[in-house]
């Protein structure tokens, strides 16, 4: 890989993975064994866990066939590590001033060709720098892009309870805390105490969003999908769109 092409995006939209593209025969299985691509894999991870969220989405994406890959599956591995060959200088930062807790929510509606699952995520900063982020698929079939966005903003504001017990247990509070959704729809939902024919199937577990922001645990805020920076966590983005999410979440490279 030392030698390979490098690239802009950690994933492109042509990549359509799939477990039909797994090997069927013996003679592919067999090919596939020689290949390490479990151990990769985990290299990935570990990597998207330390510091490059910037790849959680596509290291997900090549996760969900582990057991069973197909060479398809192993070009896109190769094709994650020629992109950070080539961002291998990227990194967190944080800016100096007022310590402020922010936190950003978004989903991909059915990212899973097979099982039709989304993907939520969540991103959470705090002295302008990313401290927290996921990228997984949720557990139940979305019906609508509206119920994806509300279950993804459930666990979010989850997420951000958990960041601000934390960071008041280090002496810093703040006035109000805020998480970051760009769907309208869903934030109306979160914010409707009334269940109807629209959300009284979703999971009761999800509905907890409701009572936190009756409770003023937190505020839930319209945010442009141009600045939301957690698009880059449920998505293949273009290389462009990639660089404006890493600015907003202070990745940057020793040059800018």
């Avoid at 978004?106 to 900063?125: E, I």
């Avoid at 982020?133 to 979305?142: H, I, N, P, T």
Wanted: proline letters at 3%; one cysteine or more; aromatic letters at 8%.
């Amino acid at each position: 890989m030392s030698k390979g092409k490098v690239v802009s995006s950690p994933l492109t939209s042509h990549f359509k993975l799939s477990s039909r593209h797994s090997p069927s025969t013996d003679k592919e299985k067999k090919g596939m064994r020689r290949v390490p691509y479990a151990s990769v894999v985990g290299s990935l991870m570990y990597a998207m866990v330390c510091t490059r969220l910037d790849i959680a989405y596509a290291v997900g994406v090549v996760s969900r066939f582990l057991s069973n890959p197909r060479r398809l599956h192993w070009e896109v591995v190769k094709w994650i590590m020629r992109y950070l060959r080539g961002t291998s200088k990227l990194k967190l930062t944080f800016r100096s001033g007022k310590p402020v807790l922010v936190g950003y929510t978004d989903s991909n509606m059915v990212g899973d060709v097979d099982n039709r699952m989304s993907t939520s995520d969540y991103l959470m900063t705090f002295l302008g720098g990313v401290v927290s982020w996921q990228s997984r698929l949720q557990k139940c079939v979305a019906l609508s892009t509206t119920e994806a966005e509300y279950i993804a903003t459930t666990k979010s504001c989850k997420e951000l309870l958990s960041m601000k017990r934390f960071i008041h247990d280090l002496g810093f509070k703040q006035q109000c805390y805020v998480v970051h959704c760009d769907n309208q729809s869903a934030i109306h939902l979160s914010k409707n105490s009334t269940f109807h024919t629209r959300s009284k199937h979703i999971d009761l577990r999800y509905h907890w969003v409701i009572y936190a922001l009756n409770d003023n645990l937190f505020e839930l805020e319209k945010i442009n999908t141009n600045h939301n920076g957690s698009d880059m966590l449920t998505k293949s983005l273009p290389r462009e769109k990639l660089e404006v999410c890493c600015s907003i979440a202070e990745m940057a490279s020793p040059s800018t």
